[in-house]
């Protein structure tokens, strides 16, 4: 639905730009073949402009559904129009400038509200829910019914949970289901009347009831695996339940040479790009970490790269001082250490920018798992399940953890980030990549108008 309202309301804004061209400019040359780019290249640039502006997660559930968030981020959005358009009005030729930046301007504002307002509507509409039996009590099936019961905006409803916890079998055992189980189940199905079964058992060897899914699959229900239907939910992978069965056979880490290249070039492509884009940008910040404190420009520390692999990852330095001598792996708090400027560049995500060169020697690509510092990665490969997976690709400037997870120092945070890392390596692709990019961009667009991004 988010991406076909943000097509919509594109669209519209393009319409009608075009529409707006015409009625100032009614010139014949410009609606024949060779004076369509006129009207076209200025409409792209203006919903362009729209779609950049309005990017600020007025799409996302939790957001939309408090009325209090949505005016800041409106006056943030028109804001980043402003700029955008005031920058980039000379696109439109043959006008006068300042009227074509005051009527595309006024041209965004007027749509705004009435967009917004059936954009809001339609995301928040709230579809009736699917009633879920959850087959299992263990911890899978705990933590599908915990994410559901705490984030009302699924359009699901746990009914019911069988209780999976005796008669469990020895490796090997092909004895037949239980017919308690059996009963129990087709029970339960009679009396709740699920939409969908959700099958989470903590274990199925000898305790799946086979004939019975088939059977109401047959009828119409909607069947399910656990880690599946979790991973749908939530955007990460239920690790402490997965097992290596699971991704060898789901062939969740097979990628094609062409996938790789390709994922490779968009990261060589982007990253030199943004080298000289971010160039003015990171020629102030060097000449700024000199001029607030003693010591180095950049920060260069030991990573692990690509199958083990350690690299010299480049940062501005924020910190000034010898580092502690007693290093915890699980509670690194460095910001008594942090200079003036590397406050604010640690909130803008400026210090990181360096790192783009990391991109373009090969050690790194733009998004992938952040790398981990090599003095913590055996304590974290012992105690974090599959942490080690995270080397079989190039660690990444940005990823799927940094935007939904944030920075993480605690086992538990580590263990939740390791959630999404592993999410994004079973589902990793160019699209996926440019999605990331982009929520990257937005964070760091809004962070510099005042919202610091996660």
Known sequence: MVFTLALLEGTTVFAATVFFLMMMRPDPALIDGLGM????????AVSGCYLLSFYN????????????????????????AVLL?????????????????????????????????????????????????????GLLARKIADEIRRNEDLPYLVVGMMDDSGGATLPG?????????????????????PDRLVVAFSERRGRLPVWSLLSSCASGMHVDDGIDFYERLTSKLAIETL??????????????????????????????AAVIIAAPVMGLVA????????????????????????????????????????????????RLRLTRLGRWLRDLH?????????????????????????????????????????HIVRPGVTGWAQIKQGYSVSLDEVTEKMRYDLYYIKNMSLWFDLRIVLVTARIFLFGLLGRNGR
């Not at 055992?173 to 709740?192: H, K």
């Not at 097992?243 to 290249?261: D, G």
């Not at 001029?291 to 180095?296: I, R």
């Not at 920060?299 to 924020?318: M, N, Y």
């Open 37 to 44: 780019p006129l009207l076209v290249i200025p409409a792209l």
């Open 57 to 80: 997660e007025l799409y996302e559930l939790q957001v939309v559904r408090e009325i209090k968030k949505i005016g800041p981020r409106l006056l943030q959005s028109l804001l980043l």
């Open 85 to 137: 358009l005031g920058a980039g009005y000379t696109l439109l030729s043959g006008m006068d400038g300042g009227t074509l930046f005051a009527s595309t301007f006024l041209l965004i504002g007027a749509f705004v509200v009435p967009l917004r307002a059936v954009s809001y509507g339609l995301i928040t509409r709230r579809p009736t829910p699917e009633r879920v039996l959850i087959l299992g009590t």
């Open 173 to 193: 055992d092909r004895a037949p289901v239980p017919p308690e189980v059996l009963e129990e189940m087709e029970q339960m199905i009679r009396d709740l009347s």
């Open 243 to 272: 097992t290596p069965s699971f991704l060898i056979f789901h062939r969740a880490l097979q990628k094609s040479r062409w996938q790789l290249a390709l994922r490779r070039a968009f990261s060589v492509v982007g990253g030199l």
């Open 287 to 334: 000449l700024l970490v000199k001029l607030d404190s003693p010591g180095p420009v950049f920060f260069v520390q030991e990573r692990v790269g690509l199958r083990g692999r350690i690299f010299r990852l480049l940062k501005f330095r924020t910190m000034q001082g010898p580092p502690p001598e007693n290093h915890d792996v699980w509670s690194r708090d460095d």
């Open 350 to 390: 400026l210090d990181e920018l360096p790192q783009l060169f990391n991109v373009l020697k090969g050690d790194m690509d733009l998004v992938g798992p952040r790398p981990e510092m090599a003095c913590n990665v055996e304590a974290m490969t012992e105690h974090v399940p599959y942490f080690g997976l995270r």
